[in-house]
């Protein structure tokens, strides 16, 4: 199958939209776990879900990592300034750290507080042995990472505008899914 030089690649926009279903649904989670009471059943399930779906982005990230070297980005049109496609390159490598950090911070402070890492039917398992008050720090960190990620989320959503709207090159363009047949779902 043949990839348009002006577009990703079909597997990379779905990862990258997978992407951020699972991060709206893990913000989700996890703001909403303070409105069902502590040891319900509900806000148990929140968490764990949390959990769950964290590890999924690590595993997807991972994927998505491969995928940027098994194919090429599409350059863009008009191509940016150098000073901005350093920019985009530094945004990408936080981006990328953060969905790597995020989860597997999560995945420490799991073990540290001595806690199962549920991962659908299976357990993962301990990256460090039980430790309350290294659990209690990395669960802190991760919360600060987690809030982070809404600034990195942001400013990636408002850069591809940006690109859009105000650069009008075909940054944005050239990671929309397409319709079955093939043209651009949005903005075209």
Same mark, same amino acid.
């Given at each position: 199958? $043949?990839?348009?030089?002006? /577009?990703? *690649? $079909?597997l990379?926009?779905?990862a990258?939209?997978?992407?951020?279903?699972? !991060?709206?649904?893990? =913000?989700?989670?996890?703001e909403?776990?303070g409105?069902a009471?502590?040891? $319900?059943d509900?806000?148990?399930?929140?968490?764990?879900?949390?959990?769950?779906l964290?590890l999924t982005?690590?595993?997807?990230?991972v994927?998505? !990592?491969?995928?940027r070297?098994?194919?090429?980005?599409?350059?863009i049109?008009?191509?940016?300034?150098? /000073?901005? *496609?350093?920019? $985009? /390159? #530094?945004?990408?490598?936080?981006?990328?750290?953060?969905?790597? #950090?995020?989860p597997?911070l999560?995945?420490?402070?799991?073990?540290?507080?001595?806690?199962?890492?549920?991962?659908?039917?299976?357990?993962?398992p301990?990256?460090v042995?039980?430790?309350?008050?290294?659990?209690? %720090?990395?669960?802190?960190?991760h919360?600060t990472?987690?809030?982070?990620?809404?600034?990195?989320?942001g400013?990636?959503?408002?850069?591809?505008? =940006?690109?859009?709207?105000?650069?009008?090159?075909?940054?944005?363009?050239?990671? !929309?899914?397409? /319709?079955? %047949?093939g043209r651009?779902s949005?903005?075209?």
């Amino acid at each position: 199958m $043949s990839v348009p030089a002006h /577009r990703y *690649h $079909s597997l990379s926009i779905g990862a990258h939209w997978l992407t951020l279903a699972l !991060l709206i649904a893990l =913000y989700s989670l996890i703001e909403l776990r303070g409105l069902a009471p502590k040891g $319900s059943d509900l806000r148990d399930a929140m968490k764990m879900w949390h959990g769950m779906l964290g590890l999924t982005v690590l595993c997807l990230t991972v994927i998505r !990592l491969m995928l940027r070297l098994a194919f090429r980005a599409p350059p863009i049109t008009p191509p940016p300034s150098p /000073r901005l *496609h350093d920019l $985009s /390159r #530094a945004a990408h490598a936080a981006l990328y750290l953060f969905l790597i #950090a995020a989860p597997l911070l999560g995945w420490l402070t799991l073990s540290a507080q001595g806690k199962p890492v549920p991962f659908f039917g299976f357990e993962w398992p301990a990256l460090v042995a039980p430790d309350k008050a290294l659990g209690h %720090n990395l669960e802190d960190i991760h919360g600060t990472l987690g809030t982070l990620g809404y600034f990195l989320i942001g400013l990636h959503a408002l850069a591809a505008l =940006y690109h859009h709207y105000f650069m009008r090159d075909d940054t944005l363009l050239r990671m !929309l899914p397409t /319709r079955r %047949n093939g043209r651009k779902s949005a903005g075209s």
